[in-house]
T-cell receptor
Framework: KQEVTQIPAALSVPEGENLVLNCSFTDSAIYNLQWFRQDPGKGLTSLLLIQSSQREQTSGRLNASLDKSSGRSTLYIAASQPGDSATYLCAVTVNNQGGKLIFGQGTELSVKP | GAVVSQHPSWVICKSGTSVKIECRSLDFQATTMFWYRQFPKQSLMLMATSNEGSKATYEQGVEKDKFLINHASLTLSTLTVTSAHPEDSSFYIC??????????FGPGTRLLVL
């Protein structure tokens, strides 16, 4: 059974700091991995999607890496801003299960001005 | 593009009543829709997967008679929480896929059962 774990559960950093969020998954047979942002009481915004054959994806100040063999992904946020404060979720799409997403518990990020 | 809406955004109901939540794909045809539930400070848990015109596939532990899902058209799926109880209070989020594998998420519906 696929399980997704995110560390840390919460993180507080001063503005301007670079930071890394971690995600691990138990079964390497994934179709892709996604990072999402969720603001309090809101839905999900997709940030980055990495196909299983890819190693990383970049969008602006965000960079996500994927090491499928070791079951790990990281989300790197450069020069953090207070507007980055949110919960970040990673999720894997399981092979041959109709696009089913398995989510981690999320990392709650707070960027202090 | 690829916008998914949910209605209502929040609902308060009395214990024992039924509540219907709508999920619509506004600018694409959703061949598959997913329903998730999220408790406070917890992650999203998939409840069921529905394909247009067919019965939903429920995840283990989700009562199909309590959480009725209807995917009657390519742009609309509904989740009905029947005989709701306080433990059903949660944040319900739907997502939809079109021709690709990317899931587009709705803004969520917060349900509070008194």
């Amino acid at each position: 059974k696929q399980e997704v774990t995110q560390i840390p559960a919460a993180l507080s950093v001063p503005e301007g700091e670079n930071l890394v969020l971690n995600c691990s998954f138990t079964d390497s047979a994934i179709y892709n991995l996604q990072w999402f942002r969720q603001d309090p009481g809101k839905g999900l915004t997709s940030l980055l999607l990495i196909q299983s054959s890819q190693r990383e994806q970049t969008s602006g100040r965000l960079n996500a890496s994927l090491d499928k063999s070791s079951g790990r992904s990281t989300l790197y946020i450069a020069a953090s801003q207070p507007g980055d404060s949110a919960t970040y979720l990673c999720a894997v799409t399981v092979n041959n299960q109709g696009g089913k997403l398995i989510f981690g518990q999320g990392t709650e990020l707070s960027v202090k001005p | 593009g690829a916008v998914v809406s949910q209605h209502p955004s929040w609902v308060i109901c009395k214990s024992g009543t039924s509540v219907k939540i709508e999920c619509r794909s506004l600018d694409f045809q959703a061949t598959t829709m997913f329903w998730y539930r999220q408790f406070p400070k917890q992650s999203l848990m998939l409840m069921a997967t529905s394909n247009e015109g067919s019965k939903a596939t429920y995840e283990q532990g989700v009562e199909k008679d309590k959480f009725l899902i209807n995917h009657a058209s390519l742009t609309l799926s509904t989740l009905t929480v029947t005989s709701a109880h306080p433990e059903d209070s949660s944040f319900y989020i739907c997502s939809a896929t079109g021709t690709g594998e990317t899931q587009y998420f709705g803004p969520g519906t917060r349900l509070l059962v008194l």
